[in-house]
């Protein structure tokens, strides 16, 4: 029985409160000598450390560097191998767009077409008011392709996102886009027979719109890519009984929460902004995911001072944190971003645990390196969940 | 989606190399209380450890002891438990047979045979080169049944290996050994109809083989079991992209590293040769697999000295590994084989890894206790190649 059916066995709604702090990428890698955590000045997260079982998370599996999609879902109680997020999605979530369970997302470039050929992926990286202004014509002109409604969202320079939807969508089409300048333009085909119609409504939907933009030179086509039909998948309050909510400040976290049913809370814009939307409303609900990202942020910046900033930020918020008496804390990351790799890496999560029945294990800094010797262990991150629920007493027996 | 496929999906070639030393048996049990590793004195690996990620990697399963082929596969980054190394094809590779897929390997006895009994299943330890005259008549006389080829390869005193060469055999055949002595010999019989071809084909080499011996008592027939044929199993290119090498001083584990796929470099005879290997064909591949083959055969003998001797030996080449600068670099066992147990062992494998990005753990003795407190901490062995290619950048993103 994998873990996703237990806890949905013996999972029990009460009163109680979980936080799970979720600082993006916050794991690091040594520079100088010292990880990210390792330099920063955090007194409040070392004492919460002191009265906490700590350990460190695999986000998908040892050596596996995820992406935020399957990274947040292992934290979320999902086995991230089972529940796939399509790069359409993440897109779409990305940006901002309420997807639908009958949705098929993609995401465009807008490109130029010279004599049939491809000359320019990019359509030479036009100005996001122009793109704006497209997509603006591309929705009058083509609202709906047979019945399936078209929603066009404009990105950055020559980005945008398309939604399409319509009953009995698949989202197993090839990318219509022949990824190399100087070749024609690449018709979307289905993966499986079951994804026919929708990879004729995308190439109708291409031509048409390549119709509308005949004279928008250089942007007078579009290449489109990362097809993904919103995955089905069982609400928080399906598998856990919970009540849950997210505070995040970036669309792609509220969309991955929203993914999973939470309800999203008005997060503000600074780190300040969400601890205190979680006093707000910390009555309503009984599980909290708090989204930092700028500890992502910085780490794909490469920048290592900065990342340090937002960790001893963070810390500084915790005792209102703690001042909302919740039952059970949880603070990690999705996955690390160590400074010194620009990017994601495969390094596993420090994990801190606080509840009322936890064992402190004698560790009393929040660092990688003090986390390995705790008494959590290594483990899967889709693991978090049911440690959660149960210090939390939101679990029954199992078996007699 | 099991581990192998996410890293067939995720690897990428890269210019990065790694190297696998693997000190066969190293892992030991306490002898007065202390390990072998303990009792070694052994600078240069306690001073990697220092730089490392260390942990305690389990070959097959906890509790389990694991033969030389599923504990060199797990290392491999293969499931143990998916692909089987029959007993015949462990035995070939370990006489330097060079196999094909079409081939079925057996292990075979001399033995004597009165009035249709077996009376010696061993033919009196007949000596070695008798056995090679045996085996010369045997090949010239039978150098086919029906159209499978037939190869020979003498062993010591009594044993022999066989090769059946030829299109749609199969190794699912049992025995043709009595296993007790007053019996009358066993017929090869087919474990399941798709071997009935391949057990025919060896009972007519059965029949053949006791009328070129008739007048060779006590050698006047043979045994044969442990039918297997050669496995189907992915190449390390092909499953991570790797263009791996093998330096090996024993034919077992050149034959090992052959079957996924590893080019078997010239490893000479001794220790330093295997690092002379090393050097001299450093900038060919992007993978090594060292083996040093003494501290099991020590561990086995029960020669707790001579092992820690050995490990001794190793850790005064390891500055010419380190001198080479390679990415990353692993230092573990296949298996434990401990002196006080002359054999192979259930215990987990000491375990080190090196990269310029790993985490050190603070554990700066490489021991099997200190092992157990690292950041690794306790693994299948199987998800070292993992952990291998993500520290050498080999990986790409799971997800979006």
Redesign the interface.
């Known amino acids: 029985m994998p873990t996703e059916d237990i806890l949905r066995s013996l999972s029990v709604t009460t009163p109680s409160k979980i936080v799970l702090l979720v600082m993006d990428g916050l794991g690091g890698?040594?520079y100088n000598g010292r990880?990210e955590l390792e330099a920063a000045d955090i007194p409040c997260l070392n004492s919460l450390a002191a009265d906490s079982e700590v350990g460190?998370a695999d986000p998908?599996?040892?050596?596996?560097?995820?992406?935020?999609?399957?990274?947040h879902l292992a934290l979320f109680g999902y086995d991230?191998?089972k529940y796939?997020?399509?790069?359409g999605v993440?897109?779409a979530l990305g940006v901002g767009l309420t997807m639908t369970p009958r949705d098929v997302a993609a995401r465009a470039n807008f490109a130029s077409l010279d004599k049939g050929h491809i000359t320019d992926r990019r359509a030479g990286r036009i100005p996001s008011e122009v793109n704006r202004k497209l997509c603006a014509m591309m929705a009058r002109a083509i609202p709906k392709v047979e019945d399936v409604e078209i929603l066009l969202e404009p990105g950055r320079e020559h980005r945008f996102t398309i939604l399409f939807r319509g009953d009995g969508l698949d989202g197993r089409v090839e990318d219509a886009d022949p990824q190399k300048e100087g070749r024609a333009p690449l018709a979307a085909k289905a993966a499986v027979p079951e994804a026919e119609r929708t990879a004729r409504i995308i190439n109708e939907f291409i031509r048409r719109a390549t119709e509308v933009l005949k004279d928008s030179h250089p942007a007078n086509t579009c290449l489109v890519r990362?097809f993904a039909k919103y995955p089905a998948i069982p609400t928080m309050s399906d598998l856990f009984k919970l009540h849950p909510a997210a505070i995040a400040t970036y669309p792609m976290y509220r969309g991955l929460a929203k993914l999973v049913g939470m309800k999203i809370l008005d997060a503000g814009e600074t780190i300040e902004d969400e601890f205190n939307a979680l006093r707000r409303e910390f009555a309503n609900h009984d599980f909290f995911y708090v989204h930092i990202k700028k500890t992502d942020s910085y780490g794909e910046d490469g920048d290592f001072d900065h990342k340090v900033h937002i960790i001893e930020e963070v810390d500084k918020h915790l005792p209102a944190l703690l001042a909302l008496e919740p039952d059970v804390i949880v603070v990690t990351c999705d996955h690390s971003t160590?400074a010194?790799?620009k990017?994601?890496?495969?390094?596993?999560a420090p994990f801190l645990l606080w509840s009322k029945y936890c064992r402190p294990d004698g560790v009393a800094r929040f660092t990688?390196?003090e986390c390995?010797?705790g008494s959590l262990?290594?483990f899967p991150a889709r693991e978090a969940m049911a440690q959660m629920l149960a210090n939390a007493l939101k679990m029954e027996k199992f078996g007699a």
């Open positions: 890698a040594p990880t460190l998908v599996a040892r050596g596996i560097t995820p992406g935020s999609g399957p990274a991230p191998l796939e997020i399509g790069r993440l897109e990362g160590p010194v790799l990017g994601h890496s495969w390094h596993p990688e390196r390995a010797r262990g290594r």
